[in-house]
């Protein structure tokens, strides 16, 4: 309808041969352009129905919907002791950044997800 909308603002006519029809400003335009408009209106209704039939029966079935409680899997997860002692040996979060191959804000939120908080044992 956008498009129909922007091609009689410019004045193009749209003909469709094989169905023998046109869109041309006159009468028939605007009935043509009318019916495609309530086409459209009726499909994107159904289409909404569908998704919520479909959404109440996958909740009926016990399908959880959304991203997964929790902080998440991480790479620096099988690193997890190793820089657990690195911070122990006062290493920097830079280093230990640059070390597994992540910023260090990828690393200061991992450690703050996981509650991981020590003190360098100088």
Known sequence: ????????????DVYD???????????????MAFCFSIAA???RDLLIQRCSEGRKAAMARGVVFGRPKGPGSSKLDKFKEEIIAL???GSRQTYIAKKYNC???TL???????????EPEY
């Open 1 to 12: 309808m956008e498009m129909l909308s922007v091609l009689k603002e410019k004045h193009v």
């Open 17 to 31: 041969i094989k169905n023998n029809w046109q869109l041309n400003g006159s009468l028939q335009y605007e009935v």
């Open 41 to 43: 209106r009726i499909e």
């Open 87 to 89: 911070l122990k040996t």
């Open 103 to 105: 910023t260090p804000a």
């Open 108 to 118: 200061s939120i991992w450690l703050k997800k996981r509650e991981i908080k020590i």
